[in-house]
Each structure stands twice: as structure tokens, then as C-alpha cells.
């Protein structure tokens, strides 16, 4: 594009519609540029104006002109299109792109050299500071997870520091950028601050040193009363109505909303926080907290929800708040819950009362936390038949609120993994030692300072071996369907692992579960200048997530040959039938738990407040209205529809097997 010097008769005319300038030599506009919508302008320092024409439409169906009107601009260079009306102050060195909107505001400025909230410290789980990193515009929660939580590995957490301050020296600079098509309106205070395309800023507060990664197919909204200072907010997420953010890094899909408080914290994808308050907190993706007396502090989250109430203690009043806790995939509280730090709780459990000794239930997944008379009881395996697991595995994938051609996070929602089964495998061992060590006739068991009852270890042993099978049967399925296989000896091909990684323990890397050793294998190739920049390091990443399914065989060809004491690749379609059957009974058995434990949502017992002046038909009648049938509810028709396609899969995989015994035996 290019700028021209304004003519004599140009600044006259610009003069005549009140507009000033310091030094008529410094402000420049192209043949394109229409003069007359430009009224009531002061100029100042060097100001560079494109192509000015046409109109748009605003909310309620008003049409106005483009132009800048009523407005101080310094240092600026103005897109095509624009609509400038009313600054009260003025906007300084900024770089504005086409078709922006911009109305109604006290300032907009850059102050000096600017990163833009790009290498912002925050500290997240730890209050103490020894996790702290520096967050930037393409931070992920699987590189955030390396910097927090492997300390450990010190020149890996070294080099991947100077990639994020090359990348924050690259964005450096004095002048502030607004994307296309970004719309700002009423807004008071922003300076520092990069907006990239389609971002949309109303009645905002105070931004300050950030950038919004907004873009067309991922837009951002930040909305009323917000006050957020030292940030970066990624796509598609809203941010509204007077929430307060402060050294924080926001990422892809969240949303913070209703007077929402965070401090030192860092939220991944699809996360949400409403009322509450956090304080340097991890929360990996889909940590949602929505209530107003809700406090998180000082722990790691993903696939959380948080009750009512829900709190934590990071210090004893001691050496400070040094103290933090784990919560680790898929956990619940519920209201009114508290647990001490240091804490450690395992996958899909659900905390209930107040905990006041330090907890580790990290190898018994799909548990119940509960308080009795100060007492810290756990039921193992119990969540597993529970409805309310079930539904959250199904919603997640439909909440992802990411644009589908821009994830930057790497998220598995498999609920049935190597790192879910393996924690089942080792909790079957570790319940089985308790029985042995205390006996059988004992009625309660103690672990790590957990009570378990008699009743509920021998449930768990029996829900966590249900649980492998299904894991197991699953994957030796989903091995070899939709494969060509006639003989025994395409079926233990197809069974033949074929990626070297997968073996040994498995980890959840913010939400992306992979081999420790995939993880590990990332590590060093940092520390030995293999992945040399954040570009190299995330598509690292998202190699790992993309082979998931080879390394998960890999993995369960393993724990296979573990429990049947042979090997995957010597199995007989004789033997596969067999074990397709015990796949199929664990499946059903599994799901008619989780169907009678809907059932239990539309008991009488759940009636109570319903029909309440008629009688007991003007109860139910008001029920079902308002809660509708249980043989119609949509999650009650997805089990059982699981059932049955479950049932065929496993009958059709067994017909498949005996024609090849059929064919074989006549050879």
C-alpha cells in the first residue's frame, strides 16, 4: 500500500472539519482515502490512513458511515475501513488493520517496548514460586505440564526457558497491533495490549500487558466490567461480567465468567470459571468450577468439577503456603468438600466431606472419598458403575468448544486407558495385599491413612478386574476389526505390536496420555538441541497423541501376556472366542450396573417436591414432565444401546472366528 503526503487543499479541508495536527508532513493517506469522513481528528507523531469508504450495520439494524470521528490518534497506522468514533483520550502507537471498529473508549496505548504479556511469570500449584515459568502466545498444557512438573530435569527445563525468550524477544516491540474486523466499544483503559482478528471487546474495564489470539474461525470476547492484567487469552474463549484475571494464561475454549477470580494460574482447553476464586492453580482441560463459594488453590486439575464450597489448605501456618495437591483426571468434589494439602487423589473419584489428613489414593481410580466421624473412608471402583461417569465421558467430547482445525492442546477422552487400567491393575494388587497382610476376617482395612471396609474391597477387586477386561477386549477388537483376516495366522499378525513405544507406565500429561518413556523421549531431545524452537517441540506433541492407539496396543499386548501368561501373538481364534465372551459379560455386566444406577434417578425417593398441592398420580404426572420417562432419557437410551451394539460386535467378531476354525479344520 501506498501513503502519500496531503496535498494543500486536503489539510485545508481536514481544518475545515475540525481537524488538527501537529505536523501536517507526518500524516499520510492513500488516493482511496475519502477525506470527508474523517472530522474532529487530532494527529500527532507519524499517522499513516488507508482506503476510507462505505458504511456497516450495527446492532438493532442502524446503518453508519465508516471513518474516524471525535478521535486523537499518535503514531498510528489505520487499516482500510475503519470506524473510529469517540475516544475520550486518544490511541498511541498502535498498528490497526481493516474493517476494525473502535467506539466509545477512554484510551488505547502502547507504553514504551512491550512482549505483550509474552514471558509474564505466573506460578501455578505451588504459591512458593518453585513452579513458576513463563507463559507465552503458544503456550500449550502439555508444555506448561513439562515446566511445572519436571523441575527435575533441570537443562530440559533450561533450554525450553530460552525458546520461550527467543519467542518473547520476537514479539517485542513499541508498537501494539489490532487484528482485522476487531470490534471494541466502550471500553476504558487498554494498554499493552495485541488484538488480533475478530476479537470482540464491550464495556470492558482495564486490559493490561496481554495479548488476545483471536482469529476468524476462533474469535474472543471480553466483555463487561473485566479487569485483566499481565495475561494471554487464546481462541474462542469469553471472558465477562466484572472478572478479574491477573497473571494468568487462559487457553482455547474457556470461559470466565460472573465475577470469576484468578490469580497465578494457568486454564487449558474448554475450561470454565463462574463466581469462584483461584489461585495459582494448573487446570488442565475441562476443570469447571461454578460456584460462588468455591476456592481453588494451589493444586492440579483436568476433567474437573468442582462442587459447591469446594476448598483446599496449602499451608500449615508454618513455613508458609508451600503445600500443594493433585487431583488428578476426572475427579469431582462435592459441596462443601476440603482437603488438606499435601494431597493426592486418583482418577474419576469423587471427594465427599472434609478431609484433614494428608490423602494418597492415586492407585485406586473410579473411588469414592468419603468423611465419617473425621475419618478419610474409601470405597474403591465404586464410580466405575456410576451413571454420573458415564455421562461425563459422553459430554466432554461434545463441550469441546475449540475450532476443529486449531487444537492446540493434545486431549484424549478416553476413559478406559493404559494409565486408567494400569492404576486398576496395581489396585487389585495393592487390595489384594491388604486382605492377605490383615487377614479375612477383619472388617476394615487401613491404606496410606484411607479406611476401606471388607465389603467395599472385595466390590473393588471385583469392579477393577471387570474393568481390565473391558479395557483388554476392547483393544483386542478394535485390533483387528475391519481387517482382512481368514487364517490363525493373519489374526496373530494383526495382534503383533508394531510401535516401539508403549511398554511400561503410562502418564497423563495434562490431558494427553502417553508412555512415560514418549514423554521422556521429548525431554531429551530438548536437552540435546533436537527440538530447538516451541513449532518443533508442539508438533513433538502431537506425534505422541497421534499414535496413541499403536503405543495403547502396544501397552495391552503387554498386560495381556501379564494376565494370560502367553503371548498375544500365539493366540487361536479358539482362544479369542473365549476371551470375546468374558469381554462381552464384563461389558453387559458393567453397563446394567450403570443402568440400575439411573435407575435410581427417577426412584420415588427422587419425587419428593414434585406435584406438590395434588396427589400421588399429580406427583408422578409433574415428574415425568419435568424429568421426563426414564426409558426415554437420551443417556439411559445410550446404554442401552451400548449393550446391544457391544452384543452384536462380539457376536459378529466370534462368527468371524469360527468360520476361520471352519475353514482351518477342513484343510
Not at 624 to 653: C, P, W, Y
Request: with cysteine; glycine share 8%; charged share 25%.
Amino acid at each position: 500500500m501506498i501513503f502519500i503526503n496531503l496535498s494543500e487543499t486536503q489539510i485545508t479541508q481536514l481544518e475545515s472539519q475540525c481537524c488538527k495536527a501537529e505536523n501536517w508532513n507526518n500524516v499520510f493517506i492513500t488516493n482511496n482515502t475519502d477525506l470527508n469522513l474523517i472530522h474532529s481528528v487530532q494527529f500527532s507523531g507519524k499517522v499513516e490512513i488507508s482506503e476510507i469508504s462505505g458504511s456497516f450495520t450495527s446492532p438493532g439494524g442502524v446503518t453508519r458511515n465508516n471513518g474516524i470521528y471525535n478521535t486523537h490518534l499518535h503514531n498510528c497506522r489505520i487499516g482500510k475501513n475503519p470506524f473510529i468514533k469517540n475516544i475520550k483520550n486518544y490511541i498511541a502507537n498502535y498498528i490497526i488493520g481493516d474493517n476494525v471498529k473502535i467506539e466509545g473508549i477512554n484510551l488505547l496505548a502502547v507504553e514504551g517496548e512491550s512482549t505483550f504479556g509474552n514471558g509474564v511469570i505466573v506460578e501455578p500449584i505451588n504459591e512458593g514460586g518453585g513452579r513458576s515459568f513463563p507463559i507465552f502466545d503458544d503456550l500449550t498444557a502439555q508444555s506448561a505440564y513439562i515446566l511445572c512438573m519436571y523441575r527435575h530435569r533441570e537443562k530440559a527445563i533450561a533450554h525450553l526457558k530460552n525458546m520461550i525468550n527467543k519467542h518473547t524477544e520476537k514479539v517485542k516491540s513499541d508498537r501494539g497491533f489490532i487484528g482485522n474486523n476487531v470490534s471494541i466499544r466502550n471500553t476504558r483503559k487498554i494498554i499493552n495490549v495485541n488484538i488480533n482478528d475478530f476479537a470482540e471487546l464491550d464495556g470492558v474495564a482495564k486490559l493490561k500487558n496481554g495479548t488476545l489470539n483471536s482469529s476468524k474461525d476462533s474469535p474472543i470476547y471480553i466483555g463487561a466490567e473485566v479487569m485483566a492484567e499481565n495475561f494471554i487469552i487464546c481462541g474462542d474463549s469469553i471472558i465477562d461480567n466484572a472478572t478479574l484475571i491477573n497473571n494468568c494464561f487462559v487457553g482455547q475454549g474457556c470461559v470466565l465468567d460472573k465475577h470469576y477470580s484468578a490469580e497465578h494460574s494457568v486454564f487449558f482447553a474448554n475450561c470454565q470459571g463462574f463466581n469462584g476464586e483461584a489461585c495459582s492453580i494448573f487446570a488442565g482441560p475441562f476443570t469447571v468450577t461454578h460456584h460462588k463459594s468455591t476456592l481453588l488453590i494451589a493444586g492440579i486439575f483436568s476433567f474437573m468439577n468442582a462442587g459447591s464450597g469446594s476448598n483446599q489448605s496449602n499451608h500449615m501456618y508454618k513455613l508458609g503456603p508451600i503445600h500443594q495437591g493433585i487431583l488428578e483426571r476426572g475427579a469431582k468434589t462435592t459441596s462443601d468438600s476440603y482437603l488438606l494439602w499435601p494431597s493426592k487423589v486418583g482418577p474419576f473419584t469423587l471427594v465427599m466431606g472434609r478431609h484433614y489428613n494428608n490423602t494418597d489414593s492415586s492407585d485406586l481410580p473410579f473411588s469414592y472419598l468419603i468423611e465419617n466421624n473425621n475419618e478419610s473412608i474409601l470405597v474403591p471402583g465404586v464410580n466405575l458403575r456410576s451413571v454420573g461417569t458415564v455421562r461425563d465421558a459422553q459430554k466432554w467430547p461434545k463441550r469441546d468448544r475449540r475450532n476443529q482445525n486449531s487444537k492446540k492442546d493434545c486431549v484424549n477422552f478416553n476413559l478406559l486407558s493404559p494409565f486408567t487400567i494400569h492404576k486398576m491393575y496395581n489396585g487389585k494388587h495393592i487390595l489384594e495385599q491388604l486382605e492377605k497382610v490383615s487377614g479375612e476376617n477383619v472388617l476394615e482395612y487401613t491404606y496410606k491413612g484411607l479406611k476401606i471396609k471388607r465389603s467395599s474391597l472385595l466390590k473393588g477387586k471385583e469392579l477393577y478386574e471387570i474393568g481390565i477386561h473391558k479395557f483388554l477386549g476392547n483393544s483386542l477388537i478394535n485390533r483387528i476389526y475391519k481387517k482382512n483376516i481368514k487364517t490363525t495366522k493373519d489374526l496373530q499378525q494383526a495382534l503383533k505390536p508394531t510401535h516401539h513405544l508403549g511398554k511400561g507406565k503410562w502418564i497423563d500429561v495434562a490431558g494427553m496420555i502417553c508412555p512415560l518413556e514418549a514423554l521422556e523421549d521429548v525431554l531429551e531431545k530438548i536437552e540435546l538441541n533436537k527440538i530447538n524452537n516451541i513449532d518443533e517441540l508442539n508438533n513433538a506433541f502431537h506425534k505422541i497423541h497421534t499414535d496413541y492407539y499403536e503405543m495403547e496396543w502396544t501397552w495391552a499386548a503387554e498386560l495381556y501376556n501379564k494376565i494370560e501368561n502367553s503371548s498375544v501373538t500365539k493366540i487361536t481364534p479358539e482362544y479369542f472366542i473365549s476371551f470375546v465372551k468374558k469381554w462381552k459379560d464384563a461389558v453387559v455386566c458393567l453397563d446394567k450396573m450403570v443402568y440400575n444406577d439411573a435407575k435410581k434417578e427417577f426412584s420415588l425417593s427422587t419425587q419428593v417436591g414434585f406435584g406438590t398441592d395434588g396427589e400421588e398420580k399429580e406427583k408422578q404426572q409433574d415428574f415425568m414432565n419435568v424429568r421426563g420417562n426414564f426409558n426415554t432419557n437420551s443417556t439411559v437410551q445410550e446404554i442401552l444401546a451400548h449393550i446391544e451394539r457391544k452384543s452384536d460386535l462380539a457376536n459378529r467378531v466370534i462368527k468371524e472366528m469360527e468360520l476361520i476354525i471352519k475353514t482351518e479344520n477342513k484343510k
